[in-house]
């Protein structure tokens, strides 16, 4: 049976047919913060275009998404982060989805190809039914593509239960207990100026590390301003007498927070009570209070098990998050839907060198 979809322009006086369709897919793990509204705003100013799209089929939308139009050493693609908001378990509506999809950027602004990256699991039908309608594997991930979930517990007794059957290790457990008794307090924050703390953190941080891949500063106030105000994010700080010691921005969207960017203070006083690991233990007591509707903390991203050695440029943080006890969940690679082969290469050779470079993997 073939699968009729037809794609329409959504427009600014349209964002409730656009949030209907969010609102008809409920929480479920195809359906994240990057598909809110709001993150199309930020779409809008961190690129060159948006187009915000719905899918029909017989008459009713099935799907949405935000495509931003963006440019790579002179390569120009469209990009739709985390693919379309819709249920991805038909895999036949899910190649028809995503061939209309394709087939409505296809000789738009002299784009290269169109790239999606949407949270199907690895190995799955969905995976198979992206590539039917013509993806092909990207060279790099956009957004995280291999992360470590916990699963948010109703009670702090409860969590730490959770978190000790799933591999907490017991130093873990016991730096909880050091930050505690020194006095280390754990809020949320929407406030800007608390934003800008945490920026500050990231740059200092970015230059004791010799560069950890930190976004200039407008993309972390640029996100907030649109974010905060709506509820999806939040800054959390750890403090003692009035100095913070870490700090975290947080994405939190239907059944899901997402650790999206930390650091710690550079303070050796400070780091010795090791902040860090409280503010997470924290962050999820604070969820189970204020938002009970999270069940998923995604910790972002890992590296993989076969790059899982202390030489490697991420081993600390990997093995940071996996030190809290949960589990690996791994999406698949972005795909491209290919317009201009040659263009294509260009960028793909050099995305391939940036994954060998930096070990992006």
């Not at 099935?62 to 895999?91: C, N, T």
Request: proline share 4%; with cysteine; aromatic share 10%.
């Amino acid at each position: 049976m073939t699968v009729n979809m037809h794609v329409h322009h959504i427009g600014p006086d349209d964002r409730g047919r656009y949030e209907d369709v969010l609102d008809s897919l409920g929480p479920c793990e195809q359906l994240t913060f990057y598909h809110s509204w709001e993150w199309g705003e930020v779409i809008a100013e961190r690129t060159g275009r948006l187009e915000r799209v719905a899918l029909e089929q017989d008459g009713e939308l099935v799907g949405v998404a935000q495509v931003g139009l963006h440019e790579d050493h002179k390569v120009v693609f469209w990009y739709a982060p985390r693919g379309l908001a819709m249920d991805h378990s038909d895999p036949e509506r899910v190649t028809a989805a995503y061939g209309a999809l394709r087939d409505h950027f296809r000789g738009r602004e002299g784009a290269a190809f169109l790239r999606v990256d949407p949270t199907v699991l690895q190995g799955t039908p969905a995976e198979a039914a992206l590539d039917a309608a013509g993806g092909k594997r990207a060279a790099i991930f956009t957004q995280v593509e291999r992360c470590w979930v916990a699963e948010v517990q109703p009670t702090p007794e409860a969590q730490l239960e959770w978190l000790k059957a799933h591999g907490l290790k017991s130093n873990t457990r016991r730096l909880f207990n050091k930050s505690r008794k020194a006095g280390v307090t754990v809020r949320a924050s929407d406030d800007p100026q608390d934003l800008e703390t945490l920026i500050t953190m990231l740059r200092e941080l970015d230059a004791r590390k010799g560069g950890i891949g930190k976004h200039d500063d407008e993309h972390y106030r640029t996100q907030f301003a649109h974010m905060a105000p709506a509820g999806y994010q939040k800054v959390f700080l750890a403090e003692k007498d009035g100095r913070v010691g870490a700090a975290s921005l947080m994405a939190i969207y239907g059944g899901e927070a997402s650790f999206l960017h930390g650091a710690s203070s550079a303070d050796e006083d400070f780091r010795r009570l090791s902040p860090s690991y409280l503010l997470h233990q924290e962050t999820m007591a604070w969820l189970a209070a204020h938002r009970p509707e999270v069940t998923r903390y995604n910790f972002w991203g890992i590296v993989s098990d076969e790059n899982r050695r202390p030489e490697h440029p991420r081993h600390g943080y990997s093995e940071f998050k996996r030190s809290f006890g949960g589990y690996k969940v791994e999406y698949v690679r972005a795909r491209e839907f290919v317009y201009h082969p040659l263009r294509r290469s260009a960028l793909y050779l050099l995305e391939t060198y940036r994954t060998r470079r930096y070990q992006n993997d």
